[in-house]
Every structure is written in C-alpha cells, then in structure tokens.
C-alpha cells in the first residue's frame, strides 16, 4: 500500500514514553481539492492500523478550508483548534488540527485510556507533513473515530432542559472523572466541552474526548485530584454562564450549580475508596457495601478485612475496583454491549423474565431465550426511518419501561407487541434523531456551535498556549 501511495505509515510504537517539545508550524491554507503524488507522499501517518480510505481525504488544503463534500454535518463543541467532523468508510471521524508534540501525546494517552477500558474516542491516527500544493507547511492532525449516537452538551441543550437532566450530566461528568482518578489520570481540563454524552436508561454516559492535557501516574495525590475538581467547577460554572445567557437553560445558579459535581464526585470517591469498620455482629454490612458499589457500576475484585487489636471491631476497604459491573455480565450472559445502567435495566427484565417462565433454567440458557423472545422483537420492530432515533439497547429500555407504565396505568398485563407499537407511535416517532442529531443538524443550532467555535479560536489567539 505505501508502495502505490506514496505516502508512509508508521505503526503505534511500543515505547509510549512522551516525545517531547516540537516546534509548531504555521497552517496555510489551500483551495485546490486534487493533491498531487508529490503531495500525498509526504504524509507521514501514525496509526494503529492502517486505513487506507485516510489517503483520498484532502490533507493537502486547511482542515477549516475543507470542501462540504467530505464534511459531516455534525455539531462541534467550543475548541480553541479547529475541528471537522468528516466522512471515513462507512464511519464519521474527527480531526483536529494542532500541533505536532499535542497530537501525538494525546494520540498516545487515548490509546492508553482505552486500555484501561476508560470511557472515551477512539484515537484513529497523528498525521503530519501535510502541505499545500504550492509547498507551503499545515499544521499536524489527530483524527479519532465519531462516538455514534453522543452528543456535545451544546447540542443536549439546543431544546429546553429540565434542571434534573442539567444534575444527571452533572453526575455523568463526575463518575467519568472518579473513573480517571481511581486509574492514576490527572485531566488537567476538565469541562464539559471536553466531554460526550450518550444517553444510558434516562441517565448520561460521559465519555472523555480532549486528552491533550491529560498525564498518566502510577496513582494521583489528593492535591492532583482536588485540583482538578476544581477545574471542574470553575470551567462547568463558566459553562452554565454561557447556557444560561442564551437562554438555553431554565434559571438555574451556575456557580452552585457546577459545586455539584463536588459533591457528587466526594460521594463516589468515599464509597470506593474509604475504610469502613462496624462490629463483628455486622458482618452483613460487608455485603451492603459492596451492593452499593455494584449499583454505582463498580465491581469490588479484592477487598481488605482487617479486626482490631481487642477484635471487637471490623475494618473493610475494597482494594481493587473497577466499572462496568452490569455491563460485564450483560456480555458474558449474551454478546450485547450496552451502557451500564441500560445493561442493569435489560438484566432486570432478563432476571424477571427467567424466573416467571423458566426458573430452573441454566441462567446463560434463559439469557439466550430473553434474547430471542423480548430483545430482538422489539429490534425488529422499529420502523426504518425510525432506526436512527435512538440506540437499539436504549430503546429496548424504553419499551419496557413504557410496558411498565401502561400496565400501571391500566390495571392489566400489556402484551409486549402492544407496548411496542404504543411507544412507537407515541414516544420513539417523536423524539430527535440521535444518531447523528444528527446527520441532519437544526440550522440555528449549527449556527450558534460556529459562532461560539469562532469566538473560542479568537480568544486563544489573544492567549495561545505556551506549547503551541
């Protein structure tokens, strides 16, 4: 392939130490839409794996040049780079045009986040060398994959919002940083404009999406972890200023408002990480807390049972946590991969549905049946046009939750294909396409998210990063 193309490609190296300070390049900018070979073999691209469709993407014109042809109509969240959302092989990916040493740091911590099976995107590949036709040096690209069916939290408000939905994102954002910590990363940005979320059974998922400031330690202090909760607040306050001035959020107070993630992050913190003793006769409490961890999605691998000298008393720490509890066993029992609270919600109706039918039934034999008999019914039945609307797990959840209410409501048993056709008709055909918001974004939407990119890119101009 580098052979026809020109241009080189180098794999992922297995040493991930950082590169360095590099010298950033001045971006000129391009109209021709043709590169010539000369052009494209001079790329040098970084990847994991090589995808030869990068090669037909223009490199050789500035990303904010780009023709509309490769252009995804995706709504951007505030960056001080210059993003494009654009078309890649059946997939949507994002490229951001920065500085060399900055694409390859973050290209390596995202590999290493994923790793360690950390929310966030996926980094595709670091391509430099780019140029325009007439010779003149562009700025480096990172490119990571488009998370199907997230949103920035611009889009999430571009409709009116409840003040309880502002709270659930809130305390999406906080567990996807207790997450972080707990494996040694410091973020060093943490807002929510370096954030995606993706709906999770009437909740939020986050996902981390800017890691250029992001550093990865054997474990993190508490000055290291308050420091960035603090930034947390400071920029979601800054955040909720800017939502409220364009009318986008109901009165809300920003600055008491971003201290809820103090709180949040301080609940979620104590209950993983903080010793607990109780007498001996208590013994059951070993058991509540670990119940409790499960619930907020963490699984307790190892844990600490320490008596006290006069042995009246108890010491319980859980040593090794990690997150995903429900959506493990959602995977193990059946090959779906869902978001944790949807996997929690599927397995209570899996749960419900073994021990109504089949109660003697081999548990990974019944999760199978459930799948067969509730999961991919309602699949099936979503219409087309409706497909793009939501997820196929947080539709399911959906419907039974619909089934649930209707029955409530109605004093009877609702049979599952007429809870399906109710939620169709009136709940899934009504709601926005999330898929992409998606491929077919509000036009003032995209308006407001350009106007504000712009403005961003301004005033970094005024204070550009010592890095850059």
């Known amino acids: ?33 043709a590169p010539p070979a000369s052009v494209i073999g001079s790329l040098n691209i970084t990847a994991a794996a090589a995808d030869p469709e990068l090669l037909d993407l223009p490199w050789h014109v500035a990303l904010e040049d780009w023709p509309a042809a490769n252009l995804a109509a995706l709504p951007r969240g505030i960056s001080r780079h210059i993003v494009r959302f654009a078309h890649l092989a059946g997939s949507v990916i994002a490229i951001k045009e920065t500085s060399e040493h900055i694409a390859r740091h973050e290209y390596h911590m995202l590999r290493k986040l994923a790793r360690l099976d950390v929310p ?62 707990l494996i040694g990363f410091y973020w060093g940005d943490v807002s929510l404009s370096n954030t995606l979320f993706r709906r999770d059974a009437g909740a939020f998922a986050a996902y981390l999406v800017d890691a250029e400031t992001g550093e990865l330690y054997p474990d993190l202090s508490v000055g290291q972890r308050e420091y960035d909760l603090e930034i947390a607040r400071v920029n979601i306050a800054g955040e909720l200023m800017d939502l409220l001035e364009g009318g986008l959020i109901e009165e809300v107070d920003p600055v008491a408002t971003s201290e809820l993630i103090m709180d949040s992050y301080r609940r979620l913190w104590a209950e993983l990480t903080e010793k607990e003793s109780f007498e001996l006769g208590e013994r059951w409490r070993v058991g509540a807390r670990i119940r409790r961890l499960n619930e907020l999605g963490f699984d307790v691998e190892e844990y600490a049972i320490k008596t006290t000298a006069d042995g009246s008393t108890i010491q319980l720490q859980p040593k090794v946590v990690d997150a995903g509890h429900y959506q493990r066993r959602l995977l193990r029992l059946t090959g779906l991969d869902a978001q944790q609270n949807q996997a929690r919600r599927l397995l209570n109706d899996m749960d419900s549905f073994r021990a109504d039918n089949n109660p003697d039934l081999d548990e990974e034999i019944s999760a199978h049946v459930w799948v067969s008999q509730i999961f991919e019914p309602i699949v099936r039945s979503i219409p087309r046009d409706l497909a793009g609307k939501l997820e196929p797990a947080e539709v399911v959840h959906e419907v039974l939750e619909h089934r649930w209410y209707m029955s409530q409501k109605q004093d009877r048993h609702i049979p599952l294909a007429e809870a399906v056709q109710s939620y169709l008709d009136t709940v899934l055909r009504h709601r926005r396409d999330e898929a992409a918001i998606m491929l077919n974004p509000d036009t003032a939407l995209l308006k407001i998210l350009e106007v504000e990119n712009e403005e961003s890119r301004y005033d970094d101009d005024e204070y550009p990063d010592s890095d850059d």
């Not at 241009?7 to 021709?32: C, F, I, M």
């Not at 997230?150 to 996807?176: G, H, K």
């Open 1 to 33: 392939m580098s052979e026809q193309s020109g241009a080189q490609w180098h794999d992922e190296p297995t040493d991930y130490a950082q590169v360095g300070k590099l010298p950033r390049t001045e971006a000129a900018s391009a109209n021709d839409t």
């Open 120 to 181: 966030c995107v996926e980094p595709v590949a670091v391509i430099t060398g780019r140029s325009t036709i007439d010779g003149k040096p562009l700025n480096p690209v990172l490119v990571t994959r488009h998370l199907k069916f997230s949103m920035p939290y611009r889009a999430l408000f571009s409709q009116m919002l409840r003040r309880d939905t502002l709270t659930r994102l809130i305390d999406a954002q906080a567990l996807l940083l207790v997450r972080l910590h």
